[in-house]
C-alpha cells in the first residue's frame, strides 16, 4: 500500500514544489508558447497593404530568400499599452543590412511599419519602395 502521508517530509516537499513547478511551466492550458511568441509567429505570415502596411512579415521572408538571413525580436516598447508590441526585423542581404520595426496590436492583429532604415539610413515609404529592391532577392 502507498500512501502520500507515510512519505518522509522531505519526499513530501519535493513532490509538491516538483507539481508547483511542472503547473507553471505549463501553464494552466498546458500550452509552452507565450502570447509573444504567437503574435510574432503569427506575423511572419502577415502580407502589407496599403501605405501604412508596406511590407509585412510575409513579404520579409520573400525578401531574403535563400541567400540572406533575418532576426526577429518582439517587445514591448516604453510607455506601450499592454497589449502593443514592437516587432522588429533585421535583415541582411546582397551585402546591405535593413531594420524594420512595426506596431502591432495583439488583440485584433492590426499593425503598422513604423520605422525602416536600411543600411543605416532611416527610409520614408518612397525610398523603401525603392530601398527594397536592392536588398530583396525577388
Not at 541582411?92 to 485584433?108: D, I, P, T
Amino acid at each position: 500500500m502507498c500512501d502520500v502521508m507515510l512519505l518522509k517530509p522531505e519526499i513530501r516537499l519535493f513532490r509538491s514544489i516538483a507539481v508547483i513547478a511542472l503547473t507553471l511551466l505549463l501553464g494552466c492550458d498546458g500550452n509552452f508558447q507565450s502570447e509573444d511568441t504567437k503574435t510574432l509567429e503569427w506575423f511572419k505570415t502577415t502580407t502589407g497593404s496599403g501605405l501604412s502596411n508596406i511590407i509585412g512579415g510575409a513579404e520579409i521572408q520573400k525578401c531574403v530568400g535563400i541567400s540572406g538571413s533575418v532576426e526577429w525580436k518582439i517587445f514591448q516598447g516604453k510607455d506601450m499599452a499592454e497589449n502593443l508590441r514592437v516587432i522588429e526585423a533585421n535583415v541582411a542581404n546582397k551585402g546591405k543590412k535593413a531594420r524594420f520595426q512595426w506596431a502591432v496590436n495583439r488583440e485584433n492583429k492590426n499593425f503598422e511599419l513604423t520605422f525602416a532604415e536600411i543600411d543605416g539610413e532611416a527610409q520614408s515609404r518612397l525610398s523603401l519602395a525603392l530601398g527594397l529592391m536592392t536588398i530583396c532577392s525577388l
